[in-house]
Structures are given as C-alpha cells and as structure tokens.
C-alpha cells in the first residue's frame, strides 16, 4: 500500500454572504478525496459545483471552515503563512486563463524565478533552471526575455506548467488548465502534462469541466454535484459506467463527434432523461 | 509539434516614459516650461537682481526699467527677483501637498483594497468624508487655528487632496487582486509585501503618475488662491501673495497682476498638459504591440495564402448526398474578403475568398480554431463588424440582395427581421437596465409593428415555447436574476421573435454548462424544424457539429480548406488541417488507465539548492 499524499475529509468551505446575520454560502459540504503520490485525480463538475473551490481550498485560497486537508499526514488547512511558503515547495497551481495568470508586465524570465528568488537561489541557479525549465514545457530558450502577450494561449499555458514546476513540488494542482485552448493546442497540452507525470512523479488534482479531458488524464476520477462528491473512484469505471444518476445525465449530455452516433447517443439521453424523472415520481409517491 | 513564438521585434513598452515624453509635442513643451521654472527658482540667488523682501521707498510702484526688470511693488521691492524666490516657496507648497495627498492617498488604497476588511470601511468612509468638506474652507478653518503657515496649510491640503489617489489606487488595486497571477504569487509563497511592490505598484504606477501632475497643478492654484485671499505667510514671497499685491494696485501699477498670473496659469496649464500627455503616452504603450501583433497576423495569413497558393489553392469540396435536399438557396457568399483598416494605411486581411452556401432549413456549421476568421465571416453577412472592420470583396446575395453592397439603412431591415443573431457570451448580450420582458417586446414591436399588449402576448408565447417553466417570472426579471442558460434561451427566443429566415449563432453553447448544452442544442433543432430557417452555426466544437449540423466548412486562417455534407468531413475528411482537428478529437481515446505507484518511485530531487 503506497502512502497517501494528499487526504481531503469532510472539507466545508463556506463564504459569509452579505448582510447582517444571513447564513454563509456553503461552496463546499463536506467533501473528501485523496491522491497518491504520481496519480492524478479528475475533478469534474458543472460551473457552481465547488470543483474549483475545492482546488482552492487546497492551495489555501479558500477559508475552510470544516474538515481537514492532510498532506503527508499534517493538517494544512489553517496553515500560517509562513507554513504556506513551506508548502509551496509540495503544491502549485496552473491557473485556467492563461491571458490573466501571467504578469503581462513581467518577461518569462522574472516570471519563472519569481518562485527561485523567494527562497534566495542564487541568481546564476535560478538562470539555469528557467533554461531547464524553459526546456521541460518544450518552450525555446529565446522564450525567457520576452513579454506574455507576445506568446498563443498555448505557449502561455506552457510557462504556467513551468512556473508551477520551478520548485519540484509533489502535487499541482490544476484549474481547468486546458479550457481556454484550442482543439488541437488541447491536445498538446495534456500530453505535456502526461508527459512530466511520468518524468518526475507529480500528482495532479484536476479540475475541468470537460470529461473526454479528463477521461484521458486521470487515474480516479470525482464527480461534483452542488458542492459535494457525488460519485470518486476508478477512471475507467467512472467514465465508463457511471452509477450515479447526475453523472449519468452528465455523461448523456456530452454530445459525440460523429453525426450517426450522436443521433443514437441524442435518442438516448432523451429515455435516460425519461427514466429518471419515473424513477424520481415513484421514489416522491413511495 | 512544438510552437514556435513569433518573431517580433523588442516593442516600445521598454524605452522609458521620459524619452517617449520628449517625442510628444505638447509633453515636450511642457517639460521644458516646467523645467525652465524650476531652474529659474532654483537659480533663484543667483538671477535675482534685488533681495525679494528689501523694501525701498524710493522705488514704490516703479516703472520697469533698467533698475527693475519688470518694475517694483507696492513696498519697492522688485517684481522680478520676488518672482524667481516665490517660485522657491509655490512650487515647494505644492510638492508638499503632493507629497502628503501621495503617502496617505496611495498608502491606505493599497492597504484597503489589498487586504479589505475593517480598514477598507473605515478608509473609504473617511474618504467620503473627506471628498464632501469643500477644500478652501477647511483650509481657512486651519489658518484661524494652526496660524499663516503656508507649509502647514499645504500639508492639510495634501491630506484633502489624499482621497484623488486613494480612489484611484483603490480601484485598481482591488481589480487586480483577484487577477490569477496574484494568486499565483500566493502560492509561490511571496509575501504580501512583495506581492504588494512586485505585482500591484507596477499597475497602479502609471495612473499615479498621471494624477501627480494633476494634483500639482491644482495645489499651485489653491496655495495661489489662499495666498492671494491675504491668508498667507506674509514673510515668504509667493505667487499668490504677488498676486494680492498686484491686485490691491490694480489701478496704479496693472502690470502687477500680470506677472504672477501670467506664471501661475503656464505652470498650471503646462502640468495639465503634461499629465494629458503622458496619459496618451502610458495609454499608447500597447498601441505599437497591437500593431506589431496585428502585422505578424498578416504576415501569418500571408504566408498561409501563399502556401495554399502553392498547394493549390482551392478548398476540398465533398459533393452532396444523392437525393440530398435540394430546397431553395438562402444565402450565397461568394469570394468574399473582410479586412480591418490600420493606422498606417495598410489592410489587415482577415478573411480571404470564402464561398459559403446556405439552403433553407439547412444547418451550416463553420468550425475552425480561434482566429481562423470564423466568426468574422458569420458578422461580415449581418454588417456588423467591430470598428476599422470591412468587407473588402465579394458578394453575399440573400433574397436575390447583394448584403456586401447594400445601404446601411436596407441592412437594418434585412437585420433582426430577415436574419437573426444568437451571441456566444448570453449574459453581457442582455441589458441590465431593464427587464427580459422589455427587452423581448421592443424589437417585437419596431419590427412587426404590433402593439405593446400583442408583444407582451407573443413575448410570453416565445419564453414558454423555449422551454422557460414560468414565462411570467422571467418576464418580469432582470438578466443577473437568472442563469447563463436561461439568458441564452430568452436570447434564441428573442433571436426568433420575428421569424427569420435565416440564423446566424456565434458559438451558442460555448458558455455553457454541457448539460445545458444539450439542452439548448435541442431547443435550436425543434425551433429549426418548425421554422424551417437557415442557420449559420459557429463553433469549435465537433460534438455540436455532429450533433446539430447538414453541413460543415472548416475554416483556417481566412479561408475555407475544406466543406461538405457532415458525413464526408466527418468519414472522409481529406485536407490535412481536417484530418488534424478530427484527431484532436478526445472522446474516442482510452482513459488513462489505473494507477501504477510502481511506476512512479520517487525520483532524486532535480534542484537540491532550491531545497529551504
């Protein structure tokens, strides 16, 4: 049995709405998952079904009001901010917009060392390891004096994995990295995130919205429903044969890139539809 | 395939804002008004032909002579010599004030929109506050208690002109907080400190400058005004007091008054300048980018053209389905090219030669990656490109009209009535100010004519028909009072209002939820049936292709490569730009499989010195 990275349990994330004495806005109820070392771990859901909070949460960018985030067995989510500066060695972050996660002010290189220079690396290191890095994400050495807005979605999207990657952290933690791209750009993307999973044993928590993404990227795979896990398990099982009535809906609804099938595909989720709505008459008449 | 990053040239956001002031017409002006004064004060001990506060009786009111350049003052003391050391005493009031209104005004904005909370109430009420109380009598209040101090006055000014920069520091602080790369400092573990200087000042840099010149300029004026009310310190030559001075003898001596108001209003007016030019120069500063972005577009469908020039040009055309549909033609776009007009003269081509067909009751989709010119094609046929965009060619003939070449007049008929447009983003299509309902009956109304109880009916009619569970309620609303996928079906609903025949949908879904999505991909194909309109349908996604569409053209870089009925493209797809989206395709690839710890043991640690 391989030891646990990250454990998340239980984990409510709640944001005081405005007003005098009105009940928070819960974002988060209770929701619990962990990642092994090396693995990745698919997050989906629709937009308002907490996936990204929970991201935050981990990163602690979220107030976490109950449950616990345990990473190698310690509790981080009331960490201090200097315990956070620790833990910035262990978990990074790629952001889904790669037009507002870059400094537009800022070149490549003062990007990728910014991390570097945090913890006093010497200058000629951190030089060196922006080229190294530069060279992990595929990007050109000549990449580094340059300015954000001078590079495509993708090519941005690449000096975000090279940012998250600068220090070796052991979990990223990924926001629907690849929405904001292309097709075929997507596509290049993730096999770069593969890639560097199999290089350098990084787990990843990732969030999107899109299932064929992350069918294709992740070993274990939860599915967020109204700020709670409503199904987690095996990749294959759960793409492949989802039990949970809303992860069905959401597996019906994606519709298939070839005109035959999705006409069969469209037929179906139309007495998918049906059957649920019996099911849930007969469940309120019972 | 790795990408490789444009060849651009090193842009002039580098080159500093001086040097780029000194290219400005009217900010060099100002500059060299503004430093001659400086200069002039600063020399002041040694230009001066006379002591500034020597009286001499003798010379009371004199004429301007050899004795006194520009004459002498009610007391003899020598207008031009006062006017160098007063220049001393005004401009340092008023970089007092500035000094003050900057460390209190920027301070706090940064603290209060950084972090929020308790401060940021406390603050912004202050602010109000302070923003309310009308300046000059708080600063007569404070001479009747602290005294004619100019020095003290100014710092109570600066401390009334702090709000300028609070709000505006405040605002931009907290538009950028949220910004992702903010969080992403957090993450790295920078402190607030340095995520403060690092990431914040840089963007509140440039409208701080600007305001500086502003606010210098107006405590000139007030200090000037202060002074020339007689409230100043009588010991010190300033401006304003020259100006008292000149005033009171008037009808003795009226070129008094002249003099320091002739200084005061070109130092106010060059630091207006000044500040407007440097907000052309710090606004500009994207501008060449822009440009220089915009050229390698061109320089990059350029080459695309030649290329296709060299492959031959023309795109794969798949031939209809036999005993395909062969109903009337709607829309015929012919060769037509859509281009933006640059600053210097040239034509940016966006679109180049594109033929497109669209029968009634046919979906056309038009796929393509962003910038392949799509959707320029898709507002190209209802005339509504942004601003320097036109059509540069071609005919776009829709009910036997050429819409390339008709009045702007004709085209409001043909648009809303004849062709409808669904948007991508539903939500900022909507106008916040009214309501659904409202916005439902106004076209109604313009454009068949019916009276404001028929398009209520229909109004309702159309909001149940789109699948709305209570028209009334949505009626009724405001957009930001329901969902993106509501918003999207009042826009369809609103889009088929006046029974069009032909649709034009940018992206419908992109904005979506998936299972919305569905949801709407099946409200177009029952509303299409019963309709029997055209539709134009913009996507990127295969998915609703297959899902939705008889038609396809896959567009790239301006041009159609490829189109056809779906079946072929999606079987038989021949150009190699099609054939390369259908393999980005990911529903059909194996999921990744289980986990395999063994696979992954723990590898030496790559930076040892990076370790803390």
Redesign the interface.
Known sequence: M?ETLLDVKDVVVEYPLKGFRREPFKALKGVSLDI?????VGLVG??GSGKTTLGRAV???APVTGGSIKYRGEEISKAS?AK??????E???V???PY????P??TIEQILT???T??K??RQ?ANK?VADLLDQV???Q??AH??P???????RQRV?IA?AL???PKLIVCDEPVSAL???????V?ELF?EI??R??VAYLFVS?D???V??????VAVMYHGEIVEWG???QV??APEHPYTQ??F???????????AKH?AD?IRLLELQNQQDLQAGAA | ??????A?PV?A?KVSLFRRLLTHPTGAASLLVLFLVALASALAPILATHDPNTANLQDVLAKAGSEHVLGADSAGRDVFSRLLFAGQFSLAGALVALAVALVLGVTAGLIAGYYGGWFDAVSSWLTGLMMALPGMVVLLAARAVVGPSMWLSMMIFGVMLSPAFFRLVYASVTAVRN???V?????????DF?IIG??IL??VRAPVIIQSAMVLGIAIAIQAGLEFLGLGDLNIPTWGSMLNDGFINIFKSPTLVLWPALIIGLVCIALTLLANAMRDELERSRGP?KKS?KAAATAAIADAAGAAEKRGAAAVVHPDEPGADKSELLLEVTDLGVGYDQPDGSTTHVVNHVNLTVRRGEVHGLVG??GSGKTQTAFSILRLLPQGGRITGGSIFFEGKDLAHLSEKDMTKVRGKRIAYIPQEPMSNLDGAFTIGSQLMEPMRVCLGISKTEARKRALALLAKVGIPNPERTFNAYPHQIS?GMAQRVLIAGAVSCEPDLLIADEPTTAL??????EV??LLRELQDELNMGVILVT????????L?DRVSVMQSGRVVETGP??AI?NGARHPYTR????????D???????N?A?????P???K????
């Open positions: 391989t092994r070392p090396g693995e990745t629709e937009s990163l602690g960018l901010r956070r500066k620790e833990l910035s060695h978990i990074q972050v952001f889904q917009d507002t996660s870059l400094n002010s800022m910014e991390p570097l945090v913890r690396v010497e290191t390891r595929r990007l050109p000549g990449a340059r300015l807005r001078e590079f495509s979605g993708g090519q975000a940012r600068a220090l070796d292309d097709l075929s750009t997507q596509a290049r993730m593969i999973q199999e350098t044993g919205h299932l064929a993404v069918r294709h990227l992740s070993h274990r095996d990749g294959e793409t492949g809906r959401l019906m609804a994606a519709p298939i890139p070839d005109p035959d099938r999705q469209r989720r | 395939m790795i990408e490789t990053p444009l651009l842009t956001a910004e992702l790369y969080d992403a400092a957090r993450v790295s573990g920078l402190s340095r690092r990431h840089t963007v980018v972005r990656e962003s993106g939820d998936v299972t919305v999505q569905a991909l099946n990127h996604n295969f998915g609703v292709v297959a899902d569409c779906v079946r999606f390369q989206l259908l393999d980005a395709i990911l529903e690839t194996a999921p990744r499989g289980q986990y710890p696979g992954t043991t723990a590898e640690q790559e930076l010195g990076v370790a803390s």
